[in-house]
Structure formats: structure tokens, C-alpha cells
């Protein structure tokens, strides 16, 4: 029962998707039915997997970089306050930056190839996990670090023991946004330099009017995207399990 009613509404979804290319006469070439897409699918499977696997190779990577860098500066950033008023002027303008005005600059100067896709990823993925990860860290309720002072635990075991587990809750939400932005930033940089992954399988396919073909693309793009955020949500389970009691 859990999963019946997400299952019946993507059914349903698809049902009432496929009568509308049906009842009114839509040709595939404008909207293909899911019999198209998934007609399109097996006429192509490897090159499909073989794309798909290039855009999560980048997201992932992307994805893995943005975290590190970004908690490492978010502990920096909460540690010296006077650093972080000095460099957040500049982190928020950065961040106000189109990543997708960059993507086409990234290629100019990284090349083609993997690179300029990684760091788009790195880009768009970084600034949701240091904000989040400092606003968790600067959340801790002054209640716990009284209660720390009061067992004269030091300053390192008082971070561990309670500053960084009070943040993890708050932490895993950054992580969430940022790994449904880090495939958007991967297929941003396919279409921008198309010579690998399913952006370019995008682009490609509707340079030869092969809407079927687009349609899989996405539909894959939609899986793995989705796939990566409850990946994550697993994660986040199984490290802080107490974080679903305190969010209600």
C-alpha cells in the first residue's frame, strides 16, 4: 500500500499521456507514445546504456568534488567568522551567475571531452552544500554546548560528538538539492559540447528529427535522476536515522 499510490499515479500518467496521442492523432514527431520511446529503446539499448553511463560518470564525479569541497569550506567558514564575511560576498555573486551563460566558456577552456562537464557539475552542486552544511553547523541549540562545558569536553570532541551530528540532518538536505542539480548541471554541459552522454543524445536525435529517440533520453535522464536522489535518501536513513523524528 506504501507504493500503490505513486505506482498508480505514474500509470495512470502514462495512460492518460498515451490516449491523448491517440484520441487527437498527435504524430510521434511531435509527441511520441510510450510504445515509440520504448520502440526507440530497443532498436538502440547499448548506445542508450553507453550514454547513460557517461552522464552519471560525470554527474558522480562532479557530484563527489562539490561535496568534499564544500564541506571542507563550510567547516573553515564556520570555524573563522571573520573569514567567512570576507569570502561570502564573493561566493553569493558566483553563485548568482548563470551556470548555464558558463557552460559554453568551460569548453573554450578546459577543451572537449569529460572535463568541462565535471566542472559544471562541481559548479552548480557546490554552493547548495556549503550553505547548507553552515547552516547546520551553526544551528546547534546552546543547551548542548552548555551541557558539553559542563562535562569539560573539549573543543574537538564537543564538534564531533555534537556539533556535526546535529548538523548531518540539515547537511543531507544540501546534498539532496545538489544531487537533482548535478544532473541538470551534466546535461547542461552534453548539449552545450554534445559528444557524449544523453544531453548529446538529445541534441543528436533532434538534429535528425528522431523524436522517439529525444523522448528515451529523457526518460533515462528522469530515471537516473531519481535513482541518485533515493540513493541519497538511503544514505541519509542509514547515517541519521533520527533526522525523519526531529523534521516531524
Known amino acids: 500500500m506504501k507504493w500503490g499510490l505513486p505506482v498508480l499515479g505514474v500509470v495512470g500518467a502514462i495512460a492518460l499521456w498515451w490516449s491523448a496521442t491517440v484520441i487527437f492523432g498527435i504524430r510521434s514527431f511531435f509527441l511520441p507514445a510510450p510504445p515509440d520511446i520504448v ?17 552519471l560518470t560525470g554527474t558522480v564525479t562532479g557530484f563527489g568534488i562539490a561535496v568534499v569541497a564544500g564541506l571542507l569550506l563550510a567547516v573553515l567558514l564556520t570555524a573563522w567568522r571573520s573569514l567567512e564575511r570576507a569570502t561570502m560576498p ?20 578546459l577543451g572537449f571531452g569529460a572535463r568541462p562537464k565535471v566542472v559544471l557539475v562541481v559548479l552548480i552542486c ?13 544551528s546547534t541549540p546552546a543547551e548542548l554546548g552548555e551541557l558539553s562545558r559542563s562535562l569539560s569536553a573539549s573543543a574537538w570532541q564537543a564538534y564531533v560528538k555534537i556539533r556535526l551530528p546535529w548538523a548531518l540532518p540539515q547537511v543531507f538536505v544540501g ?15 552534453e548539449i552545450n559540447n554534445p ?6 543524445v538529445i541534441v543528436l536525435s533532434g538534429m535528425s528529427f528522431d523524436t522517439p529517440l529525444a523522448f528515451a533520453a529523457i526518460f533515462l535522464l ?12 538511503a544514505l541519509e536513513r542509514w547515517l541519521v536515522p533520527w533526522a525523519r523524528a526531529i523534521s516531524g
Open 126 to 138: 557546490f554552493f547548495p552544500v556549503v550553505v547548507a552544511t553552515m547552516a547546520g553547523l551553526g
Open 39 to 55: 520502440a526507440a529503446f530497443r532498436a538502440q539499448p547499448a548506445y542508450l546504456l553507453r550514454e547513460t553511463a557517461a552522464t
Open 222 to 233: 528522469a530515471v537516473l535522476s531519481t535513482v541518485l536522489f533515493y540513493l541519497v535518501v
Open 90 to 109: 564573493v561566493l553569493v555573486a558566483l553563485n548568482s551567475v548563470p551556470k548555464v551563460a558558463v557552460a559554453p566558456l568551460l569548453v573554450v577552456w
Open 175 to 189: 546534498l539532496k538539492v545538489a544531487i537533482s542539480l548535478a544532473v541538470i548541471g551534466a546535461v547542461v554541459a
Open 195 to 200: 559528444t557524449s552522454g544523453l544531453g548529446a
